[in-house]
Structures are given as structure tokens and as C-alpha cells.
């Protein structure tokens, strides 16, 4: 079956600083990769996408490249701010899983001023 | 901006009432799903439907039931609800092929006590 693996947080940054969260997924088909963030009290929103290997997802600073042959789609940041903070989650949508979505456990991300 | 929506974004209920949690989306999006949200922040698929008439139980086992009788709205009850029942629930929807990406709405936080 299909599975998203994302590493563990809290991620705890001073602001500016180089942000990567780590997922790695397996999938049995040819899945579209996303990345979500869910601010405190809310629900999940979109951040980025890629549907195909070598895409790059970007967003508000973040950005991810679908790596087929790592199996990865990390994320990354390059100069991060307090209003980052917020939990982020990995997922994928396999068209051989009738595209439910699968989700990484999440990882906290906190950054101190 | 996501189009879908879920009220009451809080309740507080006693032991052995029943319950229902609305979740209403404009997308016309076939998928919609329930997900159960613990403190540490993971997902859990409770209920999931392809479409009107269509409902199947998800990864996480629930007292939880649901419907969808139209494409837009798909409520889930509890019949009798109890503590064990306090947690976050999010609704989501996606549509199909090459937008398969979840749209969620803001959750309802249920305490049961």
C-alpha cells in the first residue's frame, strides 16, 4: 500500500534560518506529491504540488522537487519567518489508490524571533 | 480559497446525545472524506465516499456513520457519543484526474463530557 514517511518535530528555527523537512513516500502507482500546512485551529490548505517526477512545487518561499528515483519530496525554505510556524504535512495521491489521499504524520515547525 | 465548510467549529456535548457534524463543499467534487485529528497532530481516515450513495469506512475504526445523498454535503452522526469521542474532526474534498489535490474545511473541535 501506500505510505508518506516525514520527519519528526518539532523543527525549532531562529528566524532566517535554512528550513528542510524531510518525506520520502512509496506509492504503487505514479502519485502527485503535495505539501500542506495547518495553522493553529484551522484545517489543512494547500502549499504546493508536483503531479510528475522532476517537478518543482513552489510557494510563499517554500519549495519542493519530486524525486522519483529517491522516492523524496522534501521541503525547504530558505530564509524562514515567525509566521511559518505551523505544522506541516506531506501527502501523496496515487491514481492506483483511486487518488485518496495519504498523509505523513506531520511535523511542527517553530521559529523563535 | 477553499469552498468548503464545516459547522460548528466547536461543541461541547454530554454523554449519550447524538450528534452531527455538517460539512458542505461548492466545488462539486465527487471525493469527500472525514478525518479524525489526535493531539499529536496525525490524520486519521474515518469515512470516505466516491460520490452520492457512495460511503466506505476508512483506516481508523469509528462509532462514527455518514451519508451523501447529494454531492455537496456529507454530515457525519454519533449516535450516542462519548468521551472517548473528544478530538478534532476535519472534512476534506478533491476532485478527480489531474486535480486530485484536498481542499479541507476549518474542523469541528467536539469535547464530549
Known amino acids: 500500500g501506500n505510505s508518506v514517511t516525514q520527519m519528526e518535530g518539532p523543527v525549532t528555527l531562529s528566524e532566517e534560518a535554512f528550513l528542510t523537512i524531510n518525506c520520502t513516500y512509496t506509492a504503487t502507482g505514479y502519485p502527485s506529491l503535495f505539501w500542506y500546512v495547518q495553522y493553529p485551529g484551522e484545517g489543512l490548505q494547500l502549499l504546493l504540488k508536483a503531479t510528475k517526477a522532476d517537478d518543482k512545487g513552489s510557494n510563499k518561499g517554500f519549495e519542493a522537487t519530486y524525486r522519483k528515483e529517491t522516492t523524496s519530496f522534501h521541503l525547504e525554505k530558505g530564509s524562514v519567518q515567525v509566521s511559518d510556524s505551523a505544522v506541516y504535512f506531506c501527502?501523496?495521491?496515487?491514481?492506483?489508490?483511486?487518488?485518496?489521499?495519504?498523509f505523513g504524520r506531520g511535523t511542527s515547525l517553530i521559529v523563535h524571533p | 480559497e477553499a469552498d468548503i465548510y464545516q459547522t460548528p467549529r466547536y461543541l461541547v456535548i454530554g454523554t449519550g446525545k447524538k450528534i452531527t457534524l455538517e460539512c458542505s463543499q461548492t466545488m462539486g467534487h465527487d471525493k469527500m472524506y472525514w478525518y479524525q485529528q489526535d493531539p499529536g497532530m496525525e490524520l486519521h481516515l474515518i469515512h470516505y465516499?466516491?460520490?452520492?450513495?457512495?460511503?466506505e469506512k476508512g483506516d481508523l475504526s469509528s462509532e462514527s456513520t455518514v451519508s451523501r445523498i447529494r454531492t455537496e454535503h456529507f454530515p457525519l452522526t454519533l449516535e450516542s457519543a462519548r468521551p472517548s469521542h473528544t478530538s478534532q474532526y476535519l472534512c476534506?474534498?478533491?476532485?478527480?484526474?489531474?486535480?486530485?489535490?484536498?481542499?479541507f474545511g476549518q474542523g469541528t473541535r467536539l469535547t464530549v463530557v
Open positions: 465516499s466516491y460520490g452520492v450513495n457512495s460511503t
Open positions: 476534506a474534498s478533491s476532485g478527480s484526474l489531474g486535480n486530485t489535490e484536498a481542499f
Open positions: 501527502a501523496l495521491s496515487d491514481p492506483r489508490g483511486s487518488y485518496i489521499p495519504t
